[in-house]
Nanobody, 122 residues
C-alpha cells in the first residue's frame, strides 16, 4: 500500500509557473507508475500526466502537453509536476496517484492523495 501527500499548490497569475510535489510512503513506491489528475469545479476528474516506474516513459494529456512535465525520484519516494505557462483553465484540485502497470490493460490509479488546490488568475 502507498500513502500519498501532495504539496505546492497555490494562487498564480496566468503565464506563471508552479511545481507540485507528491511524497509517497511505503517500501513499494518504486513499483508503481505514478500520475497526476485534476478536477475543476463542476467537472469530472481528468488525467493530466503519468510516468512509468523507471521514469523512462512519460505521458500527458493534450491540454497540458508542452507546458507540464512529470518527473520522479525513487530514491526520495517523490513525484513532481512542473507546470509552466499556466492558464485560468488549469484551475483545479490536483491529485497525485499510484497504480501498478499491467501489460495489456489500461493503466488505472489504485491509490490517491488528498489533493492540492491550484488557482490561476487571469
Amino acid at each position: 500500500q502507498v500513502q500519498l501527500v501532495e504539496s505546492g499548490g497555490g494562487l498564480v497569475q496566468a503565464g506563471g509557473s508552479l511545481r507540485l510535489s507528491c511524497a509517497g510512503s511505503g517500501r513499494t513506491f518504486s513499483m508503481y507508475d505514478m500520475g497526476w489528475f485534476r478536477q475543476a469545479p463542476g467537472k469530472e476528474r481528468e488525467f493530466v500526466a503519468r510516468i512509468t516506474v523507471s521514469g523512462s516513459n512519460m505521458y500527458s494529456s493534450d491540454s497540458v502537453k508542452g507546458r507540464f512535465t512529470i518527473s520522479r525520484d525513487n530514491t526520495r519516494n517523490m513525484v513532481y509536476l512542473q507546470m509552466n505557462s499556466l492558464k485560468p483553465e488549469d484551475t483545479a484540485i490536483y491529485y497525485c496517484a499510484a497504480g501498478l502497470f499491467v501489460s495489456g490493460r489500461t493503466w488505472k490509479a489504485d491509490y490517491w492523495g488528498q489533493g492540492t488546490q491550484v488557482t490561476v488568475s487571469s
